[in-house]
């Protein structure tokens, strides 16, 4: 028989990561955020210090390690507390994108890229969305 249950320290990321939403993301912030089109610096330092951007990178080139699973775990409470989605897509396109780029990368791109993605201090994107993405 399969199980298909949650581990128990995979509920309590979720847990924390839905306590986190309900203070730091309040409805009028989602709103705020919209409105405004874009995330506020002191959200994003706030994924980073949760450890969710990049969280599917190995630690040793600054992510948590986790899994995929609870990476959706992240990515559903996120969509939970963001009717915008901007916040959740952002999580996404940092997860997935910084995976391969992580596995494929050179140590400097490592350095120079990956790794300021993980603190937020840097953005991965593919610009295959976007209007004006070149």
Known sequence: MVNFAFSEEQNLFRKAVREWCEKELPLEKIRE????????TEIIKGLSNLGLLLMTIPEEHGGAGADWT???????????????????????????????????????????????AAKGEAFIGIASTETGGA
């Open 70 to 116: 609870t990476a959706c775990i992240a990515a559903e409470e996120l969509g939970y507390a963001d009717i915008s989605i901007a916040l959740p897509v952002l999580f996404l396109v940092e997860n997935s994108w910084g995976f391969v780029l992580n596995k494929y990368c050179t140590e400097q791109v490592r350095e120079e890229v990956v790794r300021k």
């Open 33 to 40: 955020m919209d409105s405004k089109g874009e995330i506020p």
